[in-house]
């Protein structure tokens, strides 16, 4: 949903406004709720997120920390904390055949390490 960070996200932060709506993501539910931010002038904005520097993006961000897990370990962790899924087995396959093979790709095709401000 890049459209949606830049446009509803981004371009009104960009612009100095002091009070944002966006949509926020309920995992139990599978569903997006609107919530709204205030935000001083001058504030630091952090986005956390998996594929920041995708090409649509990439260039939107005055600083990027990139943070470097070994996939095994990403594994543990959602195995504990992605129990929405399912049991234990629902989790993995679910990593193993969908977004851990995504992150390959954008590692190999955007090479986010090499184009961080810091890698961690």
């Known amino acids: 949903r ?18 944002i709506k966006f949509e926020l993501y ?12 205030s935000v001083l002038t001058g504030s630091i904005i952090i986005i956390e997120g998996v594929f ?11 600083y990027m920390v990139y ?5 095994e370990i990403r594994l543990e ?8 899924i399912g049991e234990t ?3 993995k396959i679910k990593y193993e055949n969908r977004y851990f093979p995504a992150e390959r790709l954008y590692v190999k095709e955007c090479s986010p390490a090499i184009n961080a401000d810091i890698v961690i």
């Open 2 to 19: 890049y459209d949606y960070l830049l446009e509803s996200v981004i371009s009104p932060l960009k612009s100095g406004n002091e009070s």
């Open 89 to 91: 087995d629902q989790i």
């Open 52 to 62: 920041l520097k995708s090409s649509e993006i990439k260039d939107i961000f005055d």
């Open 26 to 37: 309920d995992k139990e539910n599978d569903t997006y709720f609107d919530n709204t931010l």
């Open 77 to 84: 962790r959602v195995l504990k904390r992605d129990t929405y």
């Open 67 to 71: 943070i470097d897990v070994p996939e």
